[in-house]
């Protein structure tokens, strides 16, 4: 006959101190987890937003560019002033 070991046949109170460990280790994760996430989807937006101001500035841009070309100037003069160099 064999004689069984008393903490394989039930749990310590070592084991569930060291789950209660992980628990809170793992609530931790979770909530880093999440908000990288929200801090990322807040940074996509920004990103966005900044994407269609420079949508707009270009359509600027662009329509002053076609608008001194059709007074009759070059493409390179014409790019050259709406930077904001001189005739």
């Keep these: ?5 008393p903490s394989q046949t039930a749990p310590s109170k070592q084991n569930k101190k060291g789950c ?15 908000s990288a996430t929200v801090v990322s989807a807040i940074s996509l937006a920004a990103i966005a937003l900044g994407l ?3 949508k707009r ?7 002053c560019v076609n ?7 070059s493409n ?8 904001g160099g001189r005739l």
């Design 1 to 5: 006959m064999t004689e069984e070991n």
């Design 20 to 34: 209660k460990g992980n628990r809170k280790a793992m609530l931790a994760y979770g909530v880093i987890q999440i």
């Design 52 to 54: 269609c101001a420079v």
């Design 57 to 63: 500035e270009s359509q600027v841009f662009n329509g």
């Design 67 to 73: 608008e001194v070309i059709a007074d009759g100037m």
């Design 76 to 83: 390179a003069e014409a790019v050259r002033f709406c930077n």
